[in-house]
């Protein structure tokens, strides 16, 4: 007997900070448009490739605010050179008006006045006084800095590009007045001063992460072709982390920049890094790149697999981030992104076991909880493919590991591991009865605990597949204390799709009359 079309789908691609409400074509260009395009904006879904694009779009919006939230996409510079890391830590105390004066005095005074005050200032930008603010904005601030930054003292060069750095990771309003200086910073690339070539690349880094205009006035001046061509072996470890941190920004979808970086030969240039003994620092921030290219238009993101073989240069990286925790965050995304764009992207991760065996030993090991959710994420897109895939899947522990995980871990872990099940039990009777049915049953029971619609619409989903695709199913849930209780309250949820389907479900549990058609819930 094949399972009723209730059903759950596929999360769909990580997509770190596209913002597709402001862009109408953004659906046609990315990883998982082909089941996305499927998606009616009325009515349920009437197959399990609607369902999955209904998923999809659900899902887009809150999972690109929750990454937002996690990786800020601008980054001050503290006074600590060595200190790549983005600072989380406020000026000690404000800049009041008679302070901000002595720093204009001071960058219009001697060498060593005016480097003393550009150090202050820059360490002031990092959460700048209403005072500060006004200096900048309708101040002398950006004029001086702007003669500094030509100053044949490279000291004062650098210190001036720090504090345009830093004016950049502020506010719109604050980045759109130190966009003159965008000229001088792309010369700074290909000068022959690393530290120079490093601030400048950070400043422009902070002004792609702004937003889709700023990035394309960032490629319509220019600073593409001599940001990557900094993806070289011979600079230092920072100046890399540094470009790749500019370089993931204007990778940001919606971005006019992502073809240009390509006609640099983006490509290869990030892949000599994957096949070098590059640091786990560098690794790391040459995959945030490698992010935001796959979850943009999906030509890019092939590009990468078929002409690089990005999937294949992974594979070696997986036993490096095996225990570093958060830090594997940009390598499981990229994963999905391309195991997201489709079925035969995902047959290529598949191809390789180390893939599945890493993803499922974070999903079951690791301490990070944002580790363990995007491993589920990846699970729930490869088990939402073809019946080949899922069997791939199912040979490793995966099963047993996300039972595990449904009945101990905090709900919205259980939430990524239900996808996945569900996804499993949609590909027909012989899938859902291989399934753990007395220890699932008590766990998606408990999704109607939380009263919380999308919980209690997987919990709905999950008990009709057991009513309808196992002869023992009402008996297993008559035989727990409570059940049928637990279910009917999902009728004062004010949802008509979930009181109409819970009470479909209660027919079946009284063996009362039961309606031709079957509501899906998904």
């Known amino acids: 007997m094949?399972?009723?079309?209730?059903?759950?789908?596929?999360?769909?691609?990580?997509?770190?900070?596209?913002?597709?409400?402001?862009?109408?074509?953004?659906?046609?260009?990315?990883?998982?448009?082909?089941?996305?395009?499927?998606?009616k904006a009325n009515g349920m879904p009437g197959s399990p490739k609607e369902a999955r694009a209904h998923r999809i779009?659900?899902?887009?919006?809150?999972?690109?605010?929750?990454?937002?939230?996690?990786?800020?996409?601008?980054?001050?510079?503290?006074?600590?050179?060595?200190?790549?890391?983005?600072?989380?830590?406020?000026?000690?105390?404000?800049?009041?008006?008679?302070?901000?004066?002595?720093?204009?005095?001071?960058?219009?005074?001697?060498?060593?006045?005016?480097?003393?005050?550009?150090?202050?200032l820059s360490s002031r930008l990092i959460s700048p006084s209403r005072s500060l603010e006004k200096y900048i904005l309708v101040g002398s601030c950006v004029p001086q800095l702007m003669r500094l930054i030509h100053s044949p003292n490279s000291e004062i060069q650098l210190q001036a590009t720090w504090c345009i750095t830093n004016i950049a990771a502020g506010s719109a309003e604050l980045c759109t007045k130190i966009m003159g200086a965008v000229p001088f910073l792309i010369q700074s690339l290909k000068a022959n001063n690393c530290d120079l070539a490093d601030q400048a690349a950070w400043a422009i880094g902070n002004i792609a992460a702004e937003g889709p205009q700023f990035r394309e006035e960032l490629a319509k001046q220019g600073v593409t072709p001599p940001l990557v061509g900094l993806l070289n072996q011979e600079h230092s470890s920072r100046l890399t982390q540094t470009v790749c941190f500019a370089l993931s920004n204007l990778a940001r979808c919606p971005s006019a920049a992502v073809r240009e970086l390509f006609d640099a030969d983006i490509g290869p240039k990030l892949m000599q890094h994957l096949d070098s003994h590059a640091s786990l620092d560098v690794l790391k921030e040459v995959f945030w790149v490698l992010v935001y290219i796959t979850a943009g238009d999906i030509n890019y993101a092939q590009r990468l697999i078929e002409e690089q073989d990005v999937i294949a240069a992974l594979v070696p990286q997986l036993a490096k981030f095996a225990d570093q925790g958060s830090a594997a965050l940009p390598l499981i995304r990229?994963?999905?992104?391309?195991?997201?764009?489709?079925?035969?992207?995902?047959?290529?991760?598949?191809?390789?076991?180390?893939?599945?065996?890493?993803?499922?030993?974070?999903?079951?090991?690791?301490?990070?909880?944002?580790?363990?959710?995007?491993?589920?994420?990846?699970?729930?897109?490869?088990?939402?493919?073809?019946?080949?895939?899922?069997?791939?899947?199912?040979?490793?522990?995966?099963?047993?590991?996300?039972?595990?995980?449904?009945?101990?871990?905090?709900f919205d872990i259980r939430r990524e591991a239900a996808f996945s099940l569900l996804n499993i039990a949609n590909h027909g009777s012989d899938y859902f009865n291989s399934l753990n049915l007395k220890a699932l049953v008590p766990a998606f029971l408990d999704f109607f605990k939380t009263n919380a619609t999308e919980f209690v619409r997987m919990a709905l989903h999950f008990f009709m597949l057991l009513v309808t695709e196992n002869s023992q199913g009402v008996d297993m849930l008559k035989s727990i204390d409570g059940a049928i209780d637990l279910i009917e309250s999902a009728t004062l949820l004010d949802d008509e799709d979930i009181r109409h389907t819970t009470h479909l479900l209660m027919d079946r549990y009284y063996n009362e009359h039961i309606e031709p058609e079957i509501v899906r819930v998904v």
């Open 2 to 39: 094949s399972s009723p079309n209730y059903a759950t789908a596929q999360k769909g691609p990580s997509s770190p900070a596209s913002n597709n409400n402001n862009n109408p074509n953004a659906s046609a260009k990315l990883p998982g448009a082909r089941r996305r395009s499927l998606f």
């Open 57 to 120: 779009s659900q899902d887009a919006h809150e999972r690109k605010r929750q990454r937002e939230q996690l990786i800020m996409g601008k980054r001050f510079r503290t006074l600590v050179d060595d200190d790549y890391e983005d600072s989380g830590t406020e000026s000690e105390y404000e800049s009041n008006p008679s302070e901000v004066a002595e720093l204009e005095a001071a960058l219009a005074g001697s060498e060593s006045e005016c480097l003393k005050g550009l150090k202050m």
């Open 334 to 410: 990229t994963l999905g992104n391309v195991s997201a764009i489709s079925e035969a992207t995902a047959d290529r991760v598949l191809a390789f076991p180390e893939i599945l065996k890493q993803l499922l030993h974070w999903v079951a090991e690791s301490p990070a909880r944002t580790v363990k959710k995007e491993g589920l994420w990846v699970l729930s897109n490869l088990t939402a493919g073809t019946k080949t895939q899922v069997n791939k899947v199912l040979k490793q522990d995966t099963v047993a590991i996300l039972t595990q995980i449904m009945g101990h871990d905090a």
